[in-house]
């Protein structure tokens, strides 16, 4: 019998696939879906936070611009897949000032010493989805790359 798991982690390529479709620059497109798609790349959505669960608009992890790049600090908990993953669809707050949709930004964050990942076991229903717990300290990463 197959388990939740396997559901979660063969949809997460078509999660995050079709937001980069969707919402992605050219160069990200070009970057990140084609190995998406041969399973070349793995992918995790970021979107679950200690405090607020799977709230977008409760987000604390924040993303604040500097120039040409964005610095990513926070956390997020119970990520399927974050123990493989290549490329994380993270939810961050980029919006202080702003209390609506427009206080949220998606953004691609590749793996990097500045991400760190802790598994998360005996977890009920998903233990074989890698799930995880993602830290980003002060994770600096180029804009619209």
């Known amino acids: ?3 939740a798991s ?3 982690l063969y949809s997460l390529p078509t999660i995050v696939g079709e937001a980069i ?4 620059t050219r160069q990200q497109k070009e970057k990140y879906l084609k190995p998406i798609i041969e399973g ?3 992918v995790a959505e970021a979107l679950t936070e200690p405090r607020g669960g799977s709230d977008f608009f409760g987000a604390t992890a924040t993303a604040r611009r500097e120039g040409d790049f964005y610095v990513l600090n926070g956390q997020k908990r119970f990520i399927v897949g974050a123990e493989g993953a290549d490329l994380f669809l ?3 707050r980029t919006n202080q000032d702003a ?3 427009k206080a949220i930004s998606a953004l691609l964050v590749e793996r990097r010493n500045e991400v760190e990942i802790q598994h998360v076991y005996g977890l009920m229903g998903t233990r074989g989805g890698g799930t995880g717990r993602v830290y980003f300290g002060m994770c ?3 804009w619209g790359t």
């Open 1 to 3: 019998m197959l388990g």
């Open 6 to 8: 396997l559901a979660c």
């Open 21 to 24: 479709h969707v919402f992605g």
């Open 40 to 42: 070349k790349l793995t």
């Open 90 to 92: 993270v939810y961050a």
């Open 99 to 101: 209390t609506s949709h």
């Open 140 to 142: 600096k990463f180029q």
